[in-house]
T-cell receptor
Framework: DADVTQTPRNRITKTGKRIMLECSQT?????MYWYRQDPGLGLQLIYY???????NKGEISDGYSVSRQAQAKFSLSLESAIPNQTALYFC???????????FGPGTRLTVL | AQSVTQLDSQVPVFEEAPVELRCNYS??????LFWYVQYPNQGLQLLLK??????LVESINGFEAEFNKSQTSFHLRKPSVHISDTAEYFC????????????FGKGTKLSVKP
């Protein structure tokens, strides 16, 4: 089984809808991250969490919110989706004492 | 603030030729450096990393990168590429410690042609 899983893998939704993307990990890591990937822009950090009680904004947090339900679960929500949030979304985890990050397979989101 | 510049957005190369993917970084603190690879329709996988020690680091599939502090570079090289190396490669920097999050470059698409 994969160490970092994301659901759904693909989602098509309409402008104004609320969407939740979920991430689960079995690596036992404390740190979890949400990134957005757009062609030619690389990965941009949306939110990150160092433990269940710690949530931090990344460079592009506007229009997004997160919830860290447990050490193993970190969800990303789009409160009211808009077309320019169409992108590939990745969840990642890392160990408290190391900086290598382990990525999930990604969620491809299309907002019409 | 930290930043990463990948100087080439696309690199086409023939099979068995050498390749270098360039990465420069900017940071006011000591850094950890990473190269990740993304194969088509997949997530990112760590290719190699520099944390400390030897400035030359190697991956299991023949890639190597050298940390050059004076030139603030971490270029990725392979002496002979294969078709299966076709992918997008991302350079990333982390300040380590309490920061922990990675700053990624915009990526370099390596296209290996037969």
């Amino acid at each position: 089984d994969a160490d970092v899983t994301q659901t759904p893998r693909n989602r098509i939704t309409k402008t104004g809808k609320r969407i939740m993307l979920e991430c689960s990990q079995t690596k036992g890591h404390d740190r979890m991250y949400w990134y957005r990937q757009d062609p030619g822009l690389g990965l941009q950090l949306i939110y990150y969490s160092f433990d269940v009680k710690d949530i931090n904004k990344g460079e592009i947090s506007d229009g997004y919110s997160v919830s860290r339900q447990a050490q193993a679960k970190f969800s990303l929500s789009l409160e009211s989706a808009i077309p320019n949030q169409t992108a590939l979304y990745f969840c990642a985890t890392s160990d408290l004492y190391r900086d290598e990050q382990f990525f999930g397979p990604g969620t491809r989101l299309t907002v019409l | 603030a930290q930043s990463v510049t990948q100087l080439d957005s696309q690199v086409p190369v023939f099979e068995e030729a050498p390749v270098e993917l360039r990465c420069n970084y900017s940071s006011s603190v000591s850094v950890y450096l990473f190269w990740y690879v993304q194969y088509p329709n997949q997530g990112l996988q760590l290719l190699l990393k520099y944390l400390s020690g030897s400035t030359l680091v190697e991956s299991i599939n023949g890639f190597e990168a050298e940390f050059n502090k004076s030139q603030t570079s971490f270029h990725l090289r392979k002496p002979s590429v294969h078709i299966s190396d076709t992918a997008e490669y991302f350079c990333a920097v982390s300040g380590g410690g309490s920061q922990g999050n990675l700053i990624f470059g915009k990526g370099t698409k390596l296209s290996v042609k037969p």
